[in-house]
Structures are given as C-alpha cells and as structure tokens.
T-cell receptor
C-alpha cells in the first residue's frame, strides 16, 4: 500500500465553525507533513511530525492546530478560519524525516471558507 | 489586467515530441532534488529524484539532469503523451525534513 488518504475531499466552512481534516498512511512512515497550496502556486510547508512529535511549525497561525494521534494518522484542526485560508490542504509522508527521502502526497482536501 | 504572478510558465508540445522542463534552485547546499507531477484536482505525484553526487538519472521515459555549477535542474520526458499534461514542480531539500518547491511549469500536450 503506497497510498496517503485524506478526508474529506471537499470542505466548506464558515468563519465560526470548527472542523478537522484527516490524513492516513499505512506505509510505516514515521514522518508526516501538512502543506497548503493556493491555486497556481507550489505547496507551502505548514507542519512536520517526526515519530509522532511536532518537529517543525512554519509560523502557522494558531487557528490551525495539528495533531498526530499515532504513527499512521495526522489531523489538522481548524477553528475561526479566514476566507484567505481557502486552499488545497495536502498531507504527505516519508520513511523518516531528513533530507533524502521522497515524500508521498495524498490527494488533498479542497477547503473553502465563507 | 492580469498579474504575471497568477500565470504558470507553460510549455506546449505535440504528442510524440520530447519535452524539457527547467528549474533553477536556490540553495547550493541542497543535496537532494525531486520532480513531482500534479494533475488537476490531485496531489503531487513523485516522478524521479536525484542526489547531488549524480548529474544524471534515468527512469521510464524520464531523465533528470543536475548542473550544480549553475544550480539548474531539468526534466526530460521522451515521446510525450496527452496523459503527461500536468503541472510539474521541482523540489529541493532545504534543510531537515523540508522540501522547497519551485514555481511550477504547466505542460500541455496536444494530440
């Protein structure tokens, strides 16, 4: 199984809502990532988890809250988002963190904040 | 008018042609590079990677060339097919656990 799955595929939420994005992989990877991608732009790193611990937070606003319940799951909790947070949110995983490992990406969650 | 920043560089080719997509990277200390393909509505898909101790690597119909002197990476696709139409991103490792993506190039393949 070389797949990273993400749910939901699409999400529309108001600025006062609380929602969560989910990501799962069963490749035994110990590093997992959240990226944000705006239209016609490259993915931008948000968070890195290594062995279920947060190792990198790229100065992401606190209205985005990541969680790694176990080595296969990664969540992104959303609260009080702004319309400019509308984007494609991508999850990725790699064998481990470090500089020479391919990252496998999920299909993304298309988020619209109204 | 429209902002240049909203437009991806685009390469248009005919089916069967060879395609070359170029990428300039920024960090001379980067030691690992990846090419990803992203189709509309999908996540990036790994195509090929190369480490800095190599200058060429070949896969199935794809070749990556690395020129460290000028910090340049290219992806060559042989006998391009309509299914190759997508946005292609190069990425460099920019430090522990982080990949920095290039701006992307849209490849359009006409039958």
């Amino acid at each position: 199984d070389t797949e990273v799955t993400q749910t939901p595929k699409h999400l529309v939420m108001g600025m006062t809502n609380k929602k969560s994005l989910k990501c799962e992989q069963h490749m035994g990877h110990r590093a997992m990532y959240w990226y944000k991608q705006k239209a016609k732009k490259p993915p931008e790193l948000m968070f890195v988890y290594s062995y279920e611990k947060l190792s990198i937070n790229e100065s992401v606003p606190s209205r985005f809250s990541p969680e790694c319940p176990n080595s296969s799951l990664l969540n992104l909790h959303l609260h009080a988002l702004q319309p400019e947070d509308s984007a494609l949110y991508l999850c990725a995983s790699s064998v481990t963190s470090g500089s020479s490992y391919e990252q496998y990406f999920g299909p993304g969650t298309r988020l619209t904040v109204t | 008018g429209e902002s240049v920043g909203l437009h991806l560089p685009t390469l248009s080719v005919q089916e069967g042609d060879n395609s070359i997509i170029n990428c300039a990277y920024s960090n001379s200390a980067s030691d690992y590079f990846i090419w990803y393909k992203q189709e509309s509505g999908k996540g990036p898909q790994f195509i090929i990677d190369i480490r800095s101790n190599m200058d060429k690597r070949q896969g199935q119909r794809v070749t990556v060339l690395l020129n460290k002197t000028v910090k340049h990476l290219s992806l060559q696709i042989a006998a391009t097919q309509p299914g190759d139409s997508a946005v292609y991103f190069c990425a460099e490792n920019s430090g522990y656990s982080t990949l920095t993506f290039g701006k992307g190039t849209m490849l359009l393949v006409s039958p």
